[in-house]
């Protein structure tokens, strides 16, 4: 693999974004959706700032995006992270970079709290939240139903050493 380019995540990436999170999806282990989206949609829902992706030469390696976990006022510094790596890109530190970017870039939008609800069984993102400083705080036992097998979710966060500490 080539070095790893990340740079902001604009519409024209969507068919390369939404191939990996269809991927992303079709294992079972990395979200309760199972129908991709429109680029509308997806986009209504996530923060216009704090969107990345990674390129090695002309190929997409992963992405990651922030979501508002509320429109009340007193959250607006806290987000829930959405991360997704292509198959053969796992493993190789593009997650790493990723989310180290991803980080340094929720900090310079004023964000102090980014959080994340995981699969038990999605071991390779549980270990890239606590590489990343992330910790798990909780379990919602039988949250949601994912092909009609009730799922757990793993809640892990992560406070900002820079901003929302005055």
């Not at 997409?60 to 510094?77: D, F, I, N, Q, T």
């Not at 709290?113 to 992330?134: R, V």
């Not at 949250?143 to 892990?156: A, C, E, H, T």
Request: with cysteine; glycine share 10%.
């Amino acid at each position: 693999m080539s070095a790893i380019e990340l740079k902001p995540m604009c519409k024209k990436d969507w068919a390369s974004v939404s191939e990996i999170y269809a991927d992303g999806m079709a294992t079972g282990h990395a979200t309760f959706e199972y129908q991709l989206p429109s680029y509308e949609a997806w986009n209504a829902n996530h923060l216009e700032s704090c969107r990345l992706i990674a390129y090695s030469g002309d190929k997409c390696m992963g992405w990651a995006a922030l979501s508002p976990v509320s429109k009340r006022a007193v959250y607006r510094g806290v987000a829930e992270v959405s991360i997704y790596i292509a198959k053969d890109a796992r493993g190789k530190g593009v997650g790493s970079r990723l989310m180290q970017s991803l980080i340094k870039e929720s900090e310079k939008h004023g964000l102090w709290t980014l959080q994340s609800g995981i699969f038990p069984e999605n071991t390779g993102s549980i270990h890239l939240h606590e590489k990343m400083g992330f910790r798990y705080i909780g379990k919602r036992e039988r949250v949601g139903k994912r092909d009609g097998v009730w799922k757990d979710n793993l809640l892990f966060e992560r406070r900002s050493t820079a901003v929302g500490n005055d």
